[in-house]
């Protein structure tokens, strides 16, 4: 699997010689294709998107001169995961909420390579309606608004939220109101 043989499965076989006492074992090897990663394909997505998610990938293309020096480019199970969950928190944070992300593999033409298709649905742009305050006494509207993260039409992102969220709770914890 480290050498990027993701589909590598191994079974063995026990042979019992009773006259001596001795067990023979055979380790069967099915090595599967190999995980050179040729090309990462998107779907669904703009250059620019596709650029600011490539840059965000841990799952990178097979150099030939580079590769072997820094393992990238090699299938990697764990890393297409959290790729999965990156390019989730990216859309979702461009104001997409819904948006699903789907990986899939194939081989290449090229023996010894495959393909990463990434297919992402966007679903609907949310963006920010009207923020209000309520039951704010020690510090006014504007103090408040000076920590918030986002505005009136701006896209949603869950990240600004918490870091609003976090902002605002600094504000008030620094008078002793945890």
């Known amino acids: 699997v480290k050498e990027g043989f993701f589909e590598a499965s191994l079974e063995y076989q026990t042979t019992l010689?009773?006259?001596c006492n001795e067990v023979d074992i055979?380790?069967?090897i099915c090595e599967g294709r190999a995980g050179r990663i040729k090309k990462i394909i998107f779907s669904g997505l703009n250059s620019c998107?596709?650029?600011?998610?490539?840059?965000?990938?841990?799952?990178?293309?097979?150099?030939?001169f580079t590769s072997w020096i820094t393992n990238e480019g090699t299938y990697n199970e764990d890393a297409i995961a959290q790729d999965q969950f990156v390019i989730l928190n990216y859309l979702q944070n461009k104001g997409y909420a819904?948006?699903?992300?789907?990986?899939?593999?194939s081989e290449a033409a090229q023996k010894n390579r495959i393909l990463i298709y990434i297919h992402a649905d966007k679903g609907d742009l949310y963006q920010i309606g009207n923020i209000s305050f309520e039951g704010n006494t020690l510090f006014d509207d504007d103090e408040i608004s000076n920590r918030i993260l986002c505005s009136t039409g701006s896209c949603y992102s869950p990240e600004a939220i918490r870091k609003t969220i976090e902002n605002i709770t600094t504000?008030?914890?620094?008078?002793?109101?945890?």
């Open 171 to 178: 504000l008030y914890g620094k008078w002793g109101y945890i």
């Open 26 to 28: 055979n380790i069967i």
């Open 98 to 105: 819904d948006a699903r992300v789907n990986i899939e593999v």
């Open 49 to 64: 998107e596709k650029n600011e998610i490539l840059d965000l990938m841990v799952t990178k293309e097979y150099n030939f």
């Open 17 to 19: 010689n009773p006259e």
